[in-house]
């Protein structure tokens, strides 16, 4: 009896009928490397079912895969009002990239539309709070509009309101601790982290930008925890910061072999073997792993850290203090 070989996950296919098929569907197109084409699955369900969550999907993995006009064509096409959240979101990114006066003005009529069509939708809340934090970056005083709205919808002792979204609601929390962040509210942020993760489970952005700031804050182990947490992500580029992360927890926290070993995976996740050439490895990657292997006595291990500090200098677009550490180095490791 012949067994029917199983179905390729990466070939095209198309959009399941269900929506946790459809939503398996991007996982599986994230793990294949082919983020774009999950797109439009984003773009079916929102067809099928017009909420804002779906556009917000689209329009976010439209700028985590660097194709926004994309992600905005595709939006642009869709005659469901919701539409708009995803256009403002797009809107939003702009501004925060250029921070023009034009791009200022145009994400602000942006999110206003979405707001004045789902005014309680967290999503569309939350591309409005990304628009007060983009302004406060500029003008801090604006920080208080988006403080004042996270303490509205997400207040300790009040049950939080999603319209029975909690994806929603977990982005919602996950924003408003971004705005706790900069409010410096170590504890409240951790609150807002907390109540995302578990309205939303093992969310990758979340994980990310809780253990980005527990590392910042200095509390290694926390971060290391939560960045172990993000490296099976489906999306190679969440496991890529994951795995660059915990390489600096770990490096932080003394433990030099589980750094290595997060480098050199960071490394298998880009695509890399062992023996790439030292120009083709991420500047980070060039950086980190160059000065972690620069305190190696072994002579093999010496050369490669040398490899990748001459790779980074070499770099036109490299940090001038990073540039100088990698030539003090340099120095160190002549022989």
């Known amino acids: 009896m012949t067994v029917a ?29 082919a983020g774009p084409s999950a797109l439009a699955v984003y773009a079916a369900l929102l067809r099928r079912d017009p909420r804002p969550r779906w556009a917000h999907e689209l329009a976010a993995l439209a700028l985590a895969e660097g194709v926004a006009e994309r992600g905005r064509d595709l939006l642009a096409a869709e005659p469901a009002p919701a539409a708009r959240v995803g256009l403002a ?6 501004f925060e990239a250029s921070g023009e006066e034009q791009g200022r003005e145009r994400a602000r009529s942006s999110f206003q539309a979405a707001l004045a069509l789902a005014p309680d939708d967290p999503h569309a809340l ?40 909690p994806i929603g609601a977990a982005l919602l929390a996950t924003t408003c601790a971004r705005v706790a962040l900069l409010a410096q509210e ?21 994980l990310l930008t809780w253990a980005a700031a527990e590392l910042a804050a200095g509390n290694e182990g926390r971060a290391a925890e939560l960045y172990e947490a993000t490296t099976t992500a489906p999306a190679a580029r969440d496991r890529y910061l994951a795995w660059i992360g915990l390489g600096v927890a770990r490096t932080r926290l003394n433990d030099r072999p589980g750094a290595e070993q997060a480098y050199r995976a960071a490394a298998w996740t880009r695509g890399l073997a062992a023996n790439a050439p030292p120009e083709r490895v991420p500047p980070e990657l060039q950086f980190n792993l160059g000065v972690l292997l620069a305190s190696s006595a072994d002579p093999t291990t010496r050369a490669e850290a040398r490899g990748l500090l001459q790779a980074h200098v070499a770099r036109p677009d490299a940090d001038e203090l990073r540039r100088l550490r990698c030539r003090q180095l340099l120095l160190e490791l002549r022989e």
């Open 89 to 94: 979101l797009l809107d939003v990114a702009a």
């Open 5 to 33: 070989p199983a179905p390729d996950p990466c070939a095209d296919a198309p959009v399941p009928e269900d929506s946790d098929a459809a939503l398996a569907r991007v996982d599986a197109l994230l793990r294949c490397g």
């Open 186 to 206: 170590p504890g409240e942020a951790r609150r807002r982290f907390a109540l995302a993760l578990r309205l939303d489970p093992g969310e990758p952005a979340t």
């Open 126 to 165: 939350s591309v409005a709070l990304r628009h007060y934090l983009a302004l406060a970056a500029r003008v801090p005083e604006r920080l208080a509009l988006a403080a004042q709205l996270c303490l509205d919808r997400l207040a300790p002792d009040a049950p939080v309101r999603g319209d029975g979204d």
